[in-house]
C-alpha cells in the first residue's frame, strides 16, 4: 500500500508539474500583452530582474531535466522558457531596462552558459532556485516602490504559487527530487505568498 502510494503520488505531482507548466503560460500571455498594449503604461511595476531571471531559470531548469532525466521537469522548463520571451522582449520595448538591470541579464545569459557545460548541474540548480526564490521579491519591491501593483496580473503570482505546490508535492514524492528541490520550492513558496500579500495591499 505504502509503494503504491509512492508510485502514485510521483505520477500525480509530475502531471502537475506539466500541466501547471500550460496554465501558468496563460497569465503570462496575459501580462505580455498588457506591457505591450499599454504603452503609457511602460510596463509599471513589473519587475524586469524577476522575469528575466525566471527566463533564465526556465532553460537551467531544461538542462537540469536533461541532466537528471526527467521528462516532467524537461516540458516544464521549455514551456516556461517559450513564455517568458514575448514579455522579456515586451520589457525591453516599452519599458526599457536600466544599467543594472542590463548588467544582471548579461550576467545571467553569461551564468547560463557555464550551467551547460559545468558537470555537477545539481549545485547549479540549487544556486539558481535558491536564487530565485530571493529574486522573486523584487516583483513585491516593485509595486511597494511605485506603491501601486501598476500592470502587475495577481493571476501569474497566483498560479506560481499553485505550480510551487506541485514542485513541493514532487520533491518529496519523487525519488529524483532530493533535498534541491525540496529546500528551493519551499523557499520559493515563502516569496510568493509575500508578493501576493503586497499586491492584496497595493492594490487599487
Avoid: D
Wanted: proline share 2%.
Amino acid at each position: 500500500m505504502l509503494e503504491w502510494f509512492q508510485i502514485n503520488s510521483e505520477e500525480i505531482a509530475s502531471w502537475g508539474i506539466v500541466i501547471f507548466a500550460f496554465i501558468g503560460a496563460g497569465p503570462l500571455v496575459l501580462q505580455t500583452v498588457l506591457v505591450w498594449l499599454k504603452k503609457e503604461e511602460k510596463g509599471k511595476s513589473v519587475s524586469v530582474i524577476w522575469f528575466s531571471y525566471m527566463f533564465f531559470l526556465s532553460v537551467i531548469t531544461i538542462i537540469y531535466a536533461y541532466n537528471i532525466g526527467s521528462t516532467p521537469i524537461k516540458v516544464n522548463g521549455i514551456v516556461r522558457t517559450l513564455a517568458h520571451i514575448p514579455l522579456i522582449l515586451g520589457l525591453w520595448k516599452r519599458k526599457g531596462f536600466s544599467k543594472t538591470e542590463k548588467i544582471v541579464f548579461i550576467l545571467l545569459f553569461l551564468f547560463t552558459i557555464f550551467a551547460y557545460f559545468y558537470p555537477k548541474k545539481g549545485i547549479i540548480f540549487l544556486i539558481v532556485s535558491v536564487g530565485m526564490a530571493l529574486v522573486t521579491l523584487r516583483q513585491p519591491y516593485e509595486i511597494y516602490r511605485n506603491k501601486s501593483i501598476g500592470l502587475v496580473r495577481v493571476e501569474i503570482i497566483i498560479l506560481y504559487i499553485f505550480g510551487n505546490a506541485f514542485w513541493i508535492f514532487y520533491a518529496f514524492a519523487s525519488e529524483k527530487g532530493g533535498w534541491v528541490l525540496q529546500a528551493v520550492s519551499l523557499s520559493a513558496c515563502v516569496s510568493l505568498f509575500i508578493s501576493l500579500v503586497v499586491w492584496i495591499k497595493y492594490r487599487r
